[in-house]
């Protein structure tokens, strides 16, 4: 008699626009329950519209709620920066690599919050000194970092391959990953033949904090020495 009362209560407010969330609320009875009493239940337009916009201002609350989410984290991740700056002021490693990154890798934009780590360069020397900045400072994994050469077609892949894994110090299989640029009709290029070395990028696996993280050191150091 209960379950039947509360059935009909059920239905009652369905029809008067509820959505579940909200029936759920004044019936304690699971979500599957509810979907079965109410699964003939008809609704007007106006209920249908209501219930559309309920949903539409929960996922608008969900949003905002994320967005705050993340804002809280950005502002842990720059206050644990600043404490990072302190210790690491001095270290010219350190500031070196925070400027490469700042010069040549990818950052966060409006609409792409969660980028990762990307650090592109043609330079053997500044490619691994990033390499090794990243392993030693930020201590990544080399198992967490992924390489890419992004190179123009008709190049010896094999040789570079082999450059590139013997300046870096690593087994050639960590550049398997080959990205060719499209051939122009005409090309100005210098770096032709024996000296063409491609573009390396370095990629690190879940790395949306650490780029905000360095980031944030640049934001330390800009403040440190006076340039807002």
Known sequence: MVKATEKQLAINLRRNGLTYSEILKKI??????????????GLSNPQKQRITEKRM???????????QQRLDLIAKIEKDASKDAGHFAEKVFWMVGVALYWAEGNKQKPHDVSCGIKFSNSDPLMVKYF??????????????????????????????????????CLNV????????????????????????????RINVNR??????KIMAWVKVLCKKFGVE
């Open 57 to 67: 201002q929960a996922q608008k609350r969900g949003a905002v709620a994320k967005r």
């Open 173 to 200: 299989d960590y550049f398997e990953k080959i990205r060719f640029k499209p051939n122009k009709f005409r090309s100005y290029r210098k770096n032709t033949g024996e000296e063409y070395r491609g573009v390396v």
């Open 131 to 168: 390499y090794k900045w990243l392993t030693n400072i930020c201590k990544i994994s080399v198992q967490d970092l992924v390489f890419e050469l992004y190179v123009h077609r008709g190049c010896d892949i094999k040789a570079l391959k082999k450059f590139w894994s013997d300046k870096l």
């Open 28 to 41: 304690i009875v699971s979500k599957s329950t509810l979907s079965l009493w109410l699964k003939d239940v």
């Open 207 to 212: 790395s949306t904090n650490l780029n905000r």
